[in-house]
C-alpha cells in the first residue's frame, strides 16, 4: 500500500510517500481501506519528534480516518465487511489501509462524506472526554474555548452551543473571530487586541465561565483561573504556549477551582470505547439531523501531506485540514 512517512524529525518536507505492507488486524480490530485521513495537531508534535506513538501503535502519522472495512474482526463490535465507518486510531491514519480497534469505529453519520466524517473522530472524541466528562459542563453552565477556530475549538463550540450552553472563544483574526460566531460563539475574543480575562469580565458581569477548554497552557494558566467563575474548571489539553505556569494556590482553595487535563491517545481501548458509545447516542444523532457539521478548511491529496502540514504549521485554516485518498 501507499503510505506517508515520517522519514526523519523535522518540517512538513520530511513527509514522504513510500511502499509499506498492508497491516494486518488483530482480534478485535478490522482493516480499513481508507477513503479521506484527517489532520491533527498532534500529527505535527509527532513529525517535529516530540511526540511518539505509543508502544505498539503504527509509526506512520494519522489519528482519524474514514473508510470502508474490508477485513479483520468487526462482528466483535457488532459492525459487518462492508461498512462505511470513521475511526480513532492511535497511527496509522496516513494510508491506504489501516487497522482500528472494531469497538472504536461508528458508523459514518447519514448525510456526511468520507471527508467529513474523517474529520470526526479525533476532536469529537477529545471534546466530550474533556469538556463533559472531565470539565463536567453541566445545563446552564458557560464555556471558554481558546482557539476557537481549530478542529478542537470549532467542535467545541458546535457541540456546547447544539446543547444550548453560552460559549466564548478566542481566536487571531477579525475573519476567524466572525468564522466562530457563525458556529454558535456567543462572543468570539480576538486575542491579539484584546485581553481575554478583561473581554470575560465584562461579558459575565465579572463571574466568569464554568468551564474553559484550553489548548496553550504556558502564561495562560494564572489567566485562566482569573477568567473562571467560582467552583469553575480548567481543562487542558495542549501546552501550545509551554509546559510551566504560575499558579496562585489561595487562588484554587478559597474559589474552590478545579484544574485537570488529559491526553487521548495511549490511554485503553476499553476507555475510548465508552466515549464512541456517548457520541454514538448523544451526538451522532446531531449530526444525522443536521444540528452540527464538522468544519474542513481544506483537502489534499494523501502524496501531498507535506503540503496540508504546511498549512497546519501556518496556523490559518478555520477547522479541520482532511487527506484524501482514491
Known sequence: MKAIEITRPGGPEVLELVDRPTPVPGPGEVLIEVGAAGINRPDVFQRQGSYPPPAGASDLPGLEVAGRIVGGDPQSAGLNIGDSVCALLTGGGYAQYCVAPAALCLPVPKGLSMIEAAALPETYFTVWSNVFDRGR????????VHGGASGIGTTAIALAHAFGHTVYATAGSTERVQAIEALGCTRGINYRTQDFVEAIHALTDNRGVDVILDMVAGDYLPRNLKALADEGRLVMIAQLGGAHGTVNCWQIMARRLTITGSTLRSRPVAFKAAIAQA???????????????????ATFPLAEASRAHAMMDAGEQIGKIVLTLS
Open 279 to 297: 457520541l454514538r447516542d448523544r451526538v451522532w444523532p446531531l449530526l444525522e439531523a443536521g444540528t452540527i457539521r464538522p468544519i474542513v478548511h
Open 137 to 144: 459542563l453541566s445545563p446552564g453552565e458557560t464555556l471558554l
